[in-house]
């Protein structure tokens, strides 16, 4: 039996206890968390990006949830994102009518995530924003930040939040128009380029 002097950390190996967490991929995805937008509705907008590390590389493992109001501004008050069944528990999906505003995505093994959302509308004195939740492995507690689309120059020029930010870093919230209803929004947790996230107290 080979035995292991434990006072030397170059002799010891890692444990999962080692790993720095926690790890958001058990229990929290639920099928259809990307499809917020109600099936076939003609305001449905798709947002995609990459969440990447400090070094900028891509995280497998992310999670990240949106909340959004309709294209009116309206918060949405209604049920329907995780339906169960009363009688079992199990995941009943999405009732595909209601749009409930929130959505819940895993960034696939190349870092990718997606959601097909509506595109919201304005509240208050802000431009329309999606309001994102992003967790990830090594952060013990969550980052908040906000997406927003391209599209009324003037309403993103006056937004309080933006209009206090260099242009550099402005240009991290809002995302990139690709065309027929598509956006890009990458989010960079650390390092040059890094995301803006927010401070809520």
Known sequence: MTKIDTNRPETVLPTPSHTVGPFYGHALPFPGGEDIAPLGHPDTVTVH???????????????????????????????????????????????????????????DASGHWYARTLRPGARGHSAPYLSVCVFARGLLVHLFTRIYLPG??????????????????????????????????????????????????
Not at 169 to 187: K, S, V, W
């Open 49 to 107: 990006g990459y969440v990447h590390d400090g070094n900028g590389d891509p995280l497998p493992d992310a999670l990240l949830e949106l909340w959004g109001p309709d294209p009116d501004g309206n918060l949405p008050r209604v049920d329907g994102s995780m339906r169960r069944d009363p009688a079992n528990g199990g995941f009943l999906g999405r009732n595909g009518v209601e749009f409930t505003g929130f959505g819940r995505i895993q960034t």
């Open 152 to 201: 009324d120059g003037a309403a993103l020029a006056a937004d309080p939040l933006l209009s206090r930010l260099d242009a550099d870093r402005r240009d991290t919230l809002i995302a990139a128009e690709e065309g027929r209803g598509t956006y890009r929004f990458d989010i960079r947790l650390q390092g040059e380029g890094e995301t803006v996230f927010l401070e809520f107290r």
